[in-house]
């Protein structure tokens, strides 16, 4: 199994400012994900993000509203920029496991934009 | 040490019978559980959840079953059917704090 911590687990914003939270792993791993939970829904996958190359976004997501570092197999961190109140959400890292028959998840981040 | 546990990394079940996936924890802080579903190469579906102030909560086919004393929940899929076949995972929360903490998952297979 893997270990995921994520910073912050919460935080209050003001609009038009930018958040960053980091994920760390307690051990290598090649794809880490980082999903979205707004209130009342299920969780919507952001980007994939592999170490060495530049993240992979989903439709909808784009890099200048969620840019992604992943300087190495352990860490990754999100950017949410230029917030406004509709990006009040739960935002989640996730990484495979080993063999791809499941995935970890960090415990989220509670983002809450004024 | 893992707060939340899902003991059973895969189960098989044949379709039109009852599948059950199981989910302990160790936190009587957590007052909130929730079931998700996924899919490969798509991200969890968030399924049922359950308060801690009920023992069941039922949606159509899914019914979840909350043992606060002994920390212990239950999903039950009846009758289980081919589009179940999926990852299921347990996460709880405690409070207001709204953290979610996860169980590494149950990989549910149907047998036609």
């Known amino acids: 199994s893997a270990v995921i911590s994520q910073k912050p687990s919460r935080d209050i914003c003001q609009r038009g400012t930018s958040l960053t939270i980091q994920c760390q792993v307690d051990?290598?791993?090649?794809?880490m994900f980082w999903y979205r939970q707004q209130p009342g829904q299920s969780l919507t996958l952001i980007a994939t993000?592999?170490?060495?190359?530049?993240?992979?976004?989903e439709s909808g997501f784009v890099i200048d509203k969620f840019p992604i570092s992943r300087p190495n197999l352990t860490f990754s961190t999100l950017t949410v920029s230029n917030m406004s109140p509709e990006d009040s959400s739960i935002y989640l890292c996730?990484?495979?496991?080993?063999?791809?028959?499941?995935?970890?998840f960090g415990p989220g981040t509670r983002l809450l934009v004024l | 040490d893992q707060q939340v546990k899902q003991n059973s990394p895969s189960l098989s079940v044949q379709e039109g019978r009852i599948s059950i996936l199981n989910c302990d924890y160790t936190?009587?802080?957590?007052?909130?559980f929730l079931w998700y579903k996924k899919y490969p190469a798509e991200g969890p579906t968030f399924l049922i959840s359950?308060?801690?102030i009920k023992d069941k909560n039922e949606d159509g086919r899914f019914t979840v079953f909350l043992n606060k004393s002994a920390k212990h929940l239950s999903l039950h899929i009846v009758p289980s059917q081919p589009g179940d076949s999926a990852v299921y995972f347990c996460?709880?929360?405690?409070?207001?704090?709204?953290?979610?903490?996860w169980g590494a998952g149950t990989k549910l297979i149907i047998k036609p």
């Open positions: 996730s990484v495979e496991s080993s063999l791809g028959e499941t995935q970890y």
């Open positions: 051990s290598q791993v090649t794809m």
């Open positions: 993000a592999n170490q060495g190359s530049e993240a992979t976004y």
């Open positions: 936190n009587s802080m957590f007052d909130y």
């Open positions: 359950i308060s801690s």
């Open positions: 996460a709880a929360s405690a409070g207001s704090n709204y953290q979610l903490i």
